[in-house]
């Protein structure tokens, strides 16, 4: 398995940007399928986006589509989330994950599991 710690978590304002960054351990990390999950208070668990061991490939939910980005290192062990344009909806603790299977969206798919950041976006 892989360790996995977030940072880059805070408290912003509607329409601001935060880098959300995971950093991975482990020699086996650049094959790993990485995503982010985020949970707001009350609710499950919720996708937000993954990206395939090579970085080729991307999927989004479609509530951050054009407005997040996933990309990763792996010659740093390194995954990131752009987020632009945050909304007071994006507010939750965000989870780096690391997985086999790309594009499932699926929580279930993801083996190992940061210990979370909070992000809080203030109207």
């Known amino acids: 398995q892989v360790q996995l710690v977030e940072s880059g978590g805070g408290l912003v304002q509607a329409g601001d940007s935060l880098r959300l960054t995971c950093a991975g351990s482990?020699?086996?990390?650049?094959?790993?399928?990485m995503g982010w999950f985020r949970q707001a208070p009350g609710k499950e668990r919720e996708f937000v986006a993954d990206?395939?061991?090579?970085?080729?490939?991307?999927d989004y939910n479609d509530s951050v589509k054009g407005r997040f980005t996933i990309s990763r290192d792996n010659a740093k062990n390194m995954v990131y989330l752009q987020m632009n344009s945050l909304k007071p909806e994006d507010t939750a603790v965000y989870y780096c994950?690391?997985?086999?299977?790309?594009?499932?969206?699926?929580?279930?798919?993801?083996?190992?599991w940061g210990q979370g950041t909070q992000v809080t976006v203030s109207s």
């Open positions: 994950a690391a997985g086999t299977r790309w594009g499932r969206r699926s929580y279930g798919d993801f083996g190992s």
């Open positions: 482990g020699r086996m990390f650049s094959r790993y399928v």
């Open positions: 990206i395939i061991d090579s970085g080729g490939l991307t």
